[in-house]
């Protein structure tokens, strides 16, 4: 059974920082590549940043980049989004995703940016 499990989201004020974290099981995480989205109420599934099996090519939305960083530890098979000066746009479901033949999705995690 494959189970992504998102963590680290919570409530933080303009400006702050918060990591997220998504623990993979049921895969072989070395062999798949990784990425971050997100959904705003109201709007469509974005993605935020992807990273390669061997953490090549890091890419992010134009949104955050210079703010985001994406990486992964495949020895204790998790994938990280540090998020930097964040702002209300970030408000959003964040939900982890893991892609080779199959795609398969996390449950999401709440990141609500306000004061």
């Known amino acids: 059974q494959v189970q992504l499990v998102e963590s680290g989201g919570g409530l933080v004020q303009p400006g702050g920082s918060l990591r997220l974290s998504c623990v993979a099981s049921?895969?072989?995480?070395?062999?798949?590549?990784m990425s971050w989205y997100r959904q705003a109420t109201g709007k469509e599934r974005e993605l935020v940043a992807f990273?390669?099996?061997?953490?090549?090519?890091?890419t992010y939305a134009d949104s955050v980049k210079g703010r985001f960083t994406i990486s992964r530890d495949n020895a204790k098979n998790t994938v990280y989004l540090e998020m930097n000066n964040l702002k209300p746009d970030d408000t959003a479901v964040y939900y982890c995703n893991a892609l080779l033949l199959f795609r398969y999705w996390g449950q999401g995690t709440q990141v609500t940016v306000s004061s």
């Open positions: 990273i390669g099996s061997l953490s090549e090519s890091p």
């Open positions: 049921g895969i072989t995480f070395k062999m798949y590549d």
